[in-house]
């Protein structure tokens, strides 16, 4: 039986932990800041797909992930008991302005194609109820999702604990196979050491609103993430800032993000803001995934880099892990290896 070591429980340290769980291997998962204490403990939880055109291994992978998270969170729930705050309820886009609506419907196209008629990316006259547009069109696909961030970590933690997983502050002495998903904190550790940008941190800021619009989709305008949560909240985000003097206040950028907000969405128009977050999320150079045998660290791995798709990627970077670590099968595409972002001078 395997042992392993995952260091980190962000989502992709805890969902790589459970998808090696799932395997038969004893799993701990060490983590000294608490589950989800870095960029995985946001508020938006947008599972949303690629545009369907120019495909690749980043689109097709994601478009997997994003189907196989349905039945891996109803797994976490009925494991856990708790409610990771997962629903399909689809999106719609306000389409602007004229010349967009072409291209809007040539990916309604693409959609039958790469989505394998699964899912459906269609443009249809705007619910000015739900998001007003000045073309009186919007698009709407039904392959994209929600979660709750913090309420899907913790399930996770708790559904790895309940099956004989254990989360704890210390490395254990025992010999184990490691696993290195400490977010930003990683991808510095491994720039450092090779004098070269291998990933950074980008902050993000996001709010929380009062406002319960069960069963919505979400929206996206002008640049702004609307999620609905089924618990009477809305998530709206986020900001991308590569310089910042402060990674963990909000200012100024956030109001901008929450009035596009209420002028993309009437129902929050007078809603209170109830949580304002912020927060680095990891990016490698490559700007996907980062999966693989770790750089620095002989006989370890690393799996890093999510950045804003961490939640609706990790689904399938877990089980292309467990892979990879427990079955020695390697299915990650090129693109998403360490070397795609290291200098040439330091990829084997």
């Given at each position: 039986m395997a042992q392993i070591t995952v260091h980190g429980a962000g989502i992709?340290?805890?969902?790589v932990a459970w998808a090696c769980l799932q395997r038969g291997a004893t799993v701990t998962v060490v983590e000294r800041n608490g589950v989800a204490s870095?960029?995985?403990?946001?508020?938006?939880?947008?599972?949303?797909?690629?545009?369907?055109?120019?495909?690749?291994?980043?689109?097709?992978?994601?478009?997997?992930?994003?189907?196989?998270?349905?039945a891996m969170?109803?797994?976490?729930?009925?494991?856990?008991?708790?409610?990771?705050?997962?629903?399909?309820?689809?999106?719609?886009?306000?389409?602007?302005?004229?010349?967009?609506?072409?291209?809007?419907?040539?990916?309604?196209?693409?959609?039958?194609?790469?989505?394998?008629?699964?899912?459906?990316?269609?443009?249809?006259?705007?619910?000015?109820?739900?998001?007003?547009?000045?073309?009186?069109?919007?698009?709407?696909?039904?392959?994209?999702a929600r979660i709750h961030p913090h309420r899907a970590t913790h399930a996770l933690a708790a559904a790895i604990q309940a099956k004989g997983g254990q989360i704890t502050t210390a490395t254990p002495d025992r010999p184990a196979i490691e696993i290195w998903a400490t977010g930003v904190t990683g991808l510095i550790e491994i720039s450092e050491a090779l004098?070269?940008?291998?990933?950074?941190?980008v902050k993000g800021q996001?709010?929380?609103?009062?406002?319960d619009l069960p069963g919505l989709p979400q929206v996206f305008a002008d640049g702004v993430h609307i999620v609905p949560h089924a618990d009477g909240t809305v998530a709206i985000g986020s900001t991308s800032e590569r310089d910042y003097a402060d990674a963990q206040t909000t200012d100024a950028q956030l109001d901008a993000v929450i009035a596009k907000a209420r002028a993309a969405c009437p129902a929050l128009a007078r809603a209170?803001?109830?949580?304002?977050?912020?927060?680095?999320?990891?990016?490698?150079?490559?700007?996907?995934p980062m999966l693989g045998r770790h750089p620095l660290k002989d006989g370890a791995y690393i799996a890093n880099g999510g950045f804003k798709i961490g939640f609706g990627m990790a689904p399938i970077c877990a089980e292309l892990m467990a892979d990879l670590v427990l079955e020695g099968i390697d299915r990650i595409p090129d693109s998403f290896k360490p070397e795609a972002s290291l200098p040439k001078a330091a990829a084997p």
């Open positions: 992709f340290g805890l969902s870095g960029a995985s403990g946001g508020l938006v939880g947008a599972l949303a797909p690629h545009t369907p055109e120019n495909w690749n291994d980043k689109k097709e992978l994601q478009f997997q992930s994003l189907v196989m998270a349905e969170w109803a797994n976490v729930a009925e494991v856990s008991g708790q409610d990771p705050g997962y629903a399909r309820l689809g999106r719609v886009q306000p389409v602007l302005e004229d010349t967009q609506l072409a291209l809007a419907r040539h990916r309604s196209d693409g959609a039958d194609t790469h989505w394998r008629g699964l899912f459906s990316w269609d443009v249809v006259e705007a619910d000015p109820r739900i998001a007003p547009s000045p073309t009186g069109f919007m698009i709407r696909d039904t392959l994209t004098n070269a940008t291998v990933g950074n941190g996001a709010a929380l609103l009062d406002c209170d803001v109830i949580a304002r977050w912020a927060g680095v999320r990891p990016r490698a150079k490559s700007r996907a």
